[in-house]
């Protein structure tokens, strides 16, 4: 049964010091990744990737970034160009935290409706516009709505070496606007190796991602961006490395 929307819901304030993220000192080297089409990573580690789709957006993002800060988080960002465009400086606040960012087409387009210049023409306007933004190129690519055929996947890879990254855990956070329930669907679904669907653009999943990530802490999780967790052999778990 579909929830109904809580729009007004606030996460309940966190007693006492939010969990921390260790910090870290992993590989970000796609190069030996395989394939090129990932839904998660190794299952011999630890790690999660926490991903955002859609943003930025004016308000939302800069509070989500604020929630990452305070717990030593680094998530990945999949920025459609056109909100980049019209807030280039959430997008530079992005990536000096030390977040990834990631191409998520022009304008929210449908791959598999469009032509392949169509589709060159909305990957290289977001990723000119992140440029532009940030100085930074993407790594990555995640189609929105994850619609993309094989064919495509292909030849994105072939000619902007971006692999097609999916997600192993999705929370629907944008058809139930629950914080309870997305926090819940993150927590009880998450495993080693997960990349996490999120979306920055609802405030009902932003509301979640504290209990979301001082929970996974707590279970064991250690969060890296989507790059560190590909880079990882499969097999072969790798220490955090604190302070």
Not at 68 to 92: E, H, S
Not at 202 to 220: C, E, F, M, S
Not at 222 to 233: G, I
Request: charged content about 20%.
């Amino acid at each position: 049964m579909k929830s109904s929307a809580n729009s007004n819901y606030s996460a309940p304030r966190v007693k006492g010091p939010p969990e921390r993220n260790p910090d870290i000192n992993l590989s970000s080297d796609l190069s030996a990744a395989s394939g090129v089409t990932h839904t998660r990573g190794s299952s011999a580690t630890p790690y999660v990737a926490l991903t955002f789709d859609d943003g930025p957006h004016p308000s939302l993002t800069p509070r989500l970034l604020d929630i990452l800060r305070d717990r030593n988080v680094k998530a990945t960002f999949y920025v459609v160009g056109t909100n980049v465009d019209a807030y280039p400086q959430i997008v530079r606040r992005i990536v000096a935290e030390g977040h990834e960012i990631g191409n998520h087409s022009w304008k929210h387009n449908n791959f598999t409706k469009m032509s392949a210049d169509q589709c060159r023409d909305s990957l290289n306007k977001c990723r000119d516009s992140i440029v532009k933004a940030c100085g930074v190129q993407p790594r990555t690519f995640r189609p929105p709505y994850g619609a993309l055929r094989q064919d495509q996947r292909q030849w994105i890879f072939n000619e902007y070496g971006y692999p097609t990254i999916l997600w192993s855990v999705d929370p629907l956070d944008w058809k139930y606007r629950n914080a309870y329930r997305v926090e819940n669907e993150l927590v009880n679904k998450a495993h080693n190796g997960a990349i996490l669907l999120a979306h920055d653009i609802h405030k009902t999943t932003v509301d979640a991602v504290p209990g979301t990530i001082d929970r996974l802490i707590r279970k064991g999780h250690t969060f890296v961006t989507v790059s560190q967790l590909l880079a990882q052999p499969s097999g072969v778990a790798q220490a955090a490395v604190t302070p």
